[in-house]
C-alpha cells in the first residue's frame, strides 16, 4: 500500500497544522506562519511556487529520515502562484482563462514532485487549506451554502482529484431547538463543547471523500 496523500481543510484555528504535526516524522513546507509555534523539522518559509519546489527536490536528492512532507498553506501557495504569473505576463496574456491554464500547470509541478517523494521515498504527503463558506448550486434542491477549501474551483478540483482522501476538519455541533411562547417563533441555536472532528466522506455541508475504508467520522 502506497504512503497516503491527505488534503485537509478546515476552521481557522481548529488546529490543522497540529494535527499534520502528528504525523510520522513530519518535516513542513510552510507558505505562512500557521505552524511557526509548532516544535517540528520546517523549512524556511517560502513565498514562491519555485521555493517550494526546490525544497521538495532537496528532500528527494537528500538522505534523511523524514516521513511526511505538509505543505502549510496550499491556499497561500495558490496565491502566490497568482502572484507570479502577474508579474511574468499582461493582463491580455492571462484573459480567458489562461491565468487558470497556468495556475494548474504550476500546481501539476508541485503534485508530481509529491508523487516522486511518494514512489521513492515512500512519503506521505498533507497540504493544508483554509476554507470558506460559498453557495452551492444543486441540480437536485434549491441553492445552499456549504464549506469548501479556499481555492479557485479548478484549483481545488485538481487537488480533490490528485488526493486519496479530501478531509474536512469542523467542530461538533447539535442544534437546541427552544418553543416560542404565544406568537414568539421557535429559536434554534448551535450547541457544542469544542469538540473536533474530522469528517472523510461528503455530506451537504461540505466537501470530503476517501479511498479507504475509514469511518465517516473521526474523533480529533
Known amino acids: 500500500l502506497k504512503a497516503p496523500r491527505l488534503f485537509?481543510?478546515?476552521?481557522h484555528g481548529?488546529?490543522?497544522?497540529?494535527?499534520a504535526a502528528d504525523a510520522?516524522?513530519?518535516?513542513?513546507?510552510?507558505?505562512?506562519?500557521?505552524?511557526?509555534?509548532l516544535d517540528v523539522a520546517k523549512f524556511p518559509t517560502a513565498s514562491s511556487h519555485e521555493e517550494v519546489l526546490t525544497y521538495l527536490r532537496a528532500l528527494y536528492a537528500e538522505e534523511h529520515q523524514y516521513r511526511t512532507v505538509i505543505i502549510d498553506s496550499i491556499d497561500w501557495l495558490?496565491?502566490?502562484?497568482?502572484?507570479?504569473?502577474?508579474?511574468?505576463?499582461?493582463a491580455a496574456e492571462l484573459g480567458f482563462g489562461r491565468d487558470s491554464l497556468l495556475a494548474e500547470e504550476r500546481l501539476g509541478d508541485?503534485?508530481?514532485?509529491?508523487?516522486?517523494?511518494?514512489?521513492?521515498?515512500?512519503?506521505?504527503s498533507i497540504l493544508i487549506a483554509h476554507t470558506e463558506i460559498r453557495r452551492f448550486d444543486s441540480p437536485l434542491t434549491e441553492p445552499y451554502d456549504r464549506y469548501q477549501p479556499k481555492l479557485q474551483s479548478r484549483f481545488s478540483a485538481l487537488l480533490q482529484e490528485?488526493?486519496?482522501a479530501v478531509l474536512f476538519m469542523g467542530y461538533e455541533v447539535t442544534v437546541k431547538k427552544t418553543e416560542g411562547k404565544g406568537f414568539e417563533k421557535d429559536?434554534?441555536?448551535?450547541?457544542?463543547?469544542?469538540?473536533?472532528?474530522?469528517?472523510t466522506e461528503e455530506r451537504p455541508g461540505f466537501l470530503a471523500k476517501n479511498r479507504?475504508?475509514?469511518?465517516?467520522?473521526?474523533?480529533?
Open 110 to 124: 508541485v503534485l508530481n514532485a509529491l508523487n516522486m517523494l511518494r514512489n521513492k521515498r515512500g512519503m506521505t
Open 78 to 90: 495558490e496565491d502566490y502562484i497568482r502572484l507570479e504569473l502577474q508579474g511574468e505576463f499582461t
Open 14 to 19: 481548529i488546529g490543522k497544522s497540529s494535527f
Open 24 to 37: 510520522p516524522s513530519p518535516i513542513f513546507i510552510p507558505t505562512e506562519e500557521g505552524a511557526n509555534e
Open 187 to 199: 429559536v434554534h441555536r448551535g450547541v457544542g463543547a469544542g469538540e473536533r472532528t474530522i469528517y
Open 212 to 220: 479507504y475504508s475509514m469511518p465517516a467520522t473521526l474523533a480529533v
Open 8 to 11: 485537509i481543510y478546515g476552521t
Open 162 to 164: 490528485w488526493a486519496d
